[in-house]
């Protein structure tokens, strides 16, 4: 008896990250749940993007997330966009604009401002779209190799770097479903947000267009539970307040 009450304590010890011998799921887990809370919530997010000429772009977006597979997106500014919006379930993307009586499907890859793509914003679900495995396991951080499920995602692979200690993702490079390098973030600005520690900005550099900056600043993130099923329909996109 007394050994079998030794072996249970023993399973539940605490083992360390940095020296657990963990999966590549595992990690990849680990990672999603600080770079986005679990269950839905709303942000509030702001984009810049910068061209080496100087010229400077900068949108405001309101982002409504139920679970991982709905999104809405609402355009806050500049005030020329004010009023388009944008519908995401599961991998099919639809945008409404005030001009136009239906919603027009588009792709999760298609750019939303600068760098920034579409799906960066409605659908940041690498657990459930990408097959990780582990390239380098360093002395402080993770180098996963995520592979796409299918096409219908925004990148065909990921490469992403994950502190060892507390499996912050640190940086990543996005690639084309053809294998080409897009762009390489950085997940910068750690604070408290919704319950934990997390990135508050995202930066993107062009792998092409040398010069070419894009920042995702994540205002706030608040976790929601009025969020209704009816919100995340076609039909609803036209009666979206603002």
Same mark, same amino acid.
């Given at each position: 008896?007394?050994?079998?009450?030794? /072996?249970?304590?023993?399973?539940? $010890?605490? @083992?360390?990250?940095?020296?657990?011998?963990?999966?590549?799921?595992?990690?990849?887990?680990?990672?999603?749940?600080?770079?986005?809370?679990? !269950?839905?919530?709303?942000?509030?997010?702001?984009?810049?993007?910068?061209?080496?000429? !100087?010229?400077? &772009?900068?949108?405001?977006?309101? @982002?409504?997330?139920?679970? %991982? *597979?709905?999104?809405?997106?609402?355009?806050?500014?500049?005030?020329?966009?004010?009023?388009?919006? /944008?519908?995401?379930? !599961?991998?099919?993307?639809?945008?409404?604009?005030?001009?136009?009586?239906?919603?027009?499907?588009?792709?999760?890859?298609? +750019?939303?401002?600068?760098?920034?793509?579409?799906?960066?914003?409605?659908?940041?679900?690498?657990? *459930?779209? =990408?097959?990780?495995?582990?390239? &380098?396991?360093?002395?402080?951080? =993770?180098?996963?190799?995520?592979?796409?499920?299918? &096409?219908?995602? %925004? =990148?065909? $692979?990921?490469?992403?770097?994950?502190?060892?200690?507390?499996?912050?993702? /640190?940086?990543?490079?996005?690639?084309?479903?053809?294998?080409?390098?897009?762009?390489?973030?950085?997940?910068?600005?750690?604070?408290?947000?919704? !319950?934990?520690? $997390?990135?508050?900005? /995202?930066?993107?550099?062009?792998?092409?267009?040398?010069?070419?900056?894009?920042?995702?600043? =994540?205002?706030?993130?608040?976790? +929601?539970?009025?969020?209704?099923?009816?919100?995340?329909?076609?039909?609803?996109?036209?009666?979206?307040?603002?």
């Amino acid at each position: 008896m007394k050994r079998l009450i030794f /072996l249970s304590l023993a399973a539940f $010890r605490f @083992v360390s990250p940095a020296c657990a011998d963990l999966t590549a799921d595992q990690i990849l887990a680990n990672a999603d749940a600080i770079r986005l809370p679990a !269950g839905d919530s709303s942000a509030n997010v702001t984009v810049v993007s910068t061209t080496p000429s !100087g010229k400077r &772009e900068t949108a405001g977006y309101e @982002v409504w997330l139920k679970g %991982t *597979g709905k999104t809405v997106i609402k355009t806050l500014s500049p005030a020329a966009d004010r009023g388009t919006s /944008l519908l995401m379930l !599961g991998h099919d993307l639809w945008v409404f604009l005030p001009s136009v009586s239906k919603p027009i499907r588009i792709s999760l890859q298609q +750019r939303l401002l600068g760098e920034v793509a579409d799906g960066d914003l409605a659908r940041a679900n690498f657990v *459930g779209d =990408y097959l990780p495995t582990i390239l &380098e396991t360093k002395p402080n951080f =993770y180098v996963l190799d995520l592979r796409a499920k299918s &096409e219908n995602v %925004t =990148y065909g $692979r990921i490469k992403l770097w994950v502190d060892r200690s507390n499996f912050r993702p /640190l940086k990543a490079a996005f690639y084309a479903v053809s294998g080409r390098l897009l762009k390489v973030g950085s997940y910068e600005d750690y604070k408290s947000i919704a !319950g934990a520690v $997390r990135p508050a900005r /995202l930066v993107f550099t062009d792998a092409v267009a040398q010069g070419h900056v894009s920042t995702i600043y =994540y205002d706030t993130i608040t976790p +929601r539970d009025d969020l209704a099923e009816k919100y995340f329909t076609k039909d609803y996109l036209k009666k979206l307040k603002y």
